[in-house]
């Protein structure tokens, strides 16, 4: 009878429930979601491409076979020149022809990416292009400054030029540099045998010294046989520090007196007054026979005075822009065009080397302890020296001929076609042509050296 009574109550429910209308359903995390499918996003490959490390830019152009390639100047998203062609096209391969070589652009339309290949090379070089928002601009370019167009003495005036200083480092510097190619570094330049007398200035030492500050040696101040050039000519060490050494001998112990610069890196010792004890090892021999030098396979000097010579001129050169700086008072500031196209030449040049290492410009400077105002300072300083050797030109009646300028055209010529051997006379003489006013210049700057060897080498030595 009870189970009776339980089934009917349990088919009464059942039917109660079948009669009611659902009104909500609780999801407690069990029922699965409708798939959806997302179609991927299709790129279009208009607009512009960079290659960073093919310094190019690609500008292909819609409802158009037209595309404009612009070559950048290395480092930058800045172009220097465009050239403008057509292509044509199947589906996403782009294919254009240029001066005989065919370039493949491959563009993903998935991926966003374009990729080139040149064809008929022997080894395939893939470059990948990278969408850019916006076009390359124009890389600021700047003529050879034309000083002829300044007065001078309008920016500055020459106070009398040390030509003492310009002699001594002429005499002092060649022998070195020469010991320094023949022998590859100071330390192999052998000792003078049997050396008695005291030390020059101009000569090559090994010696030991200890620094001290107020009797106790100071760090960093101690060291055995260092080899050091006694002379203001490339020496490296602070002022009064070389100059000490001279009229000394080989074995002799002695003290020289010393003042750090105020401005000298270690905080410790800058503006301090210091003693170094020194000790004199050796004199390295500097001159060479002229059997060494016959024997040498790097140049076509015959006597060790040719070679001398030779290189004296062209120390005296390189100490003759410093002293002529010094000379300059500055009367006026220059104008830019005067000075903004060394300033781009060194940029432009840091650009280049930061690419080829791999890192920024900005670290590349960073390395070498420049910046950018520093770069534009020296460009001035190179101004001003070609601004001050007008100035001495006139002053001194100093001018070339037009068998000079004849001679340096030709000169130009022929660098050209031995670098492009392939090109022609014609085009040797067009890159002559863009180049007339740098060669004037140099033919002020050669007849302003060569007057300045006849005052300071009246004579032969």
């Not at 790129?43 to 404009?68: C, D, M, Q, R």
């Not at 009797?215 to 101040?221: I, L, N, R, S, T």
């Not at 610069?261 to 090892?281: C, Q, R, S, W």
Request: glycine share 4%.
């Amino acid at each position: 009878m009870f189970k009776r009574i339980l089934t009917f109550v349990l088919i009464l429910a059942m039917l109660t429930l079948a009669s009611c209308k659902v009104v909500d359903v609780i999801d407690h995390g069990t029922t699965l979601p409708e798939e959806t499918t997302t179609p991927p996003t299709e790129y279009s490959p208009w607009g512009f491409w960079h290659a960073g490390e093919a310094a190019i830019a690609v500008e292909l152009i819609e409802n158009s076979n037209t595309v404009k390639l612009y070559s950048l100047t290395t480092g930058y998203y800045e172009y220097y020149n465009i050239t403008q062609t057509t292509y044509t096209r199947e589906d996403n391969v782009f294919t254009v022809v240029l001066n005989g070589t065919t370039y493949v652009f491959t563009f993903d339309k998935f991926a966003n990416s374009l990729k080139m290949t040149v064809s008929g090379e022997s080894n395939t070089h893939t470059v990948t292009f990278v969408h850019q928002q916006k076009a390359p601009t124009k890389h600021p370019e700047y003529s050879y400054p034309d000083y002829t167009k300044l007065t001078p003495s309008d920016y500055v005036t020459l106070d009398e030029i040390d030509f003492n200083s310009i002699l001594t480092m002429a005499l002092e510097g060649a022998p070195y540099e020469i010991a320094l190619q023949y022998y590859e570094d100071m330390e192999s330049i052998p000792k003078l045998e049997g050396a008695s007398r005291p030390v020059q200035s101009g000569d090559v030492l090994n010696i030991n010294y200890v620094g001290k500050l107020d009797g106790v040696a100071f760090e960093g101040g101690t060291a055995n046989h260092v080899t050091l050039f006694v002379s203001d000519y490339k020496n490296g060490y602070i002022p009064g520090f070389t100059d000490g050494l001279i009229g000394h001998k080989v074995g002799e112990t002695f003290d020289v007196p010393v003042t750090f610069p105020e401005d000298y890196h270690a905080t410790d010792l800058a503006g301090k007054a210091v003693i170094f004890t020194m000790t004199i090892n050796s004199i390295r021999n500097l001159v060479l026979t002229d059997e060494q030098v016959t024997n040498y396979k790097n140049n076509d000097y015959k006597t060790y005075y040719e070679w001398f010579e030779a290189k004296r001129n062209e120390v005296a050169k390189s100490a003759f822009t410093d002293a002529l700086l010094d000379s300059c008072t500055k009367v006026a500031d220059l104008p830019t065009e005067a000075y903004l196209y060394f300033y781009q030449q060194t940029v432009d040049y840091y650009h280049l080397l930061a690419s080829y290492y791999g890192i920024s410009y900005e670290m590349l400077i960073g390395f070498y302890g420049i910046s950018d105002s520093i770069i534009m300072q020296q460009a001035v300083n190179q101004a001003t020296y070609n601004v001050a050797l007008y100035q001495l030109a006139k002053e001194n009646n100093l001018a070339w001929t037009e068998e000079d300028y004849t001679a340096k055209y030709e000169a130009y010529v022929a660098d050209y076609l031995e670098a492009y051997p392939t090109d022609t006379r014609e085009d040797a003489c067009k890159y002559a042509d863009k180049h007339v006013v740098q060669m004037k210049h140099e033919l002020i700057e050669e007849k302003v050296l060569e007057w300045m060897l006849e005052v300071i080498f009246p004579t032969e030595i």
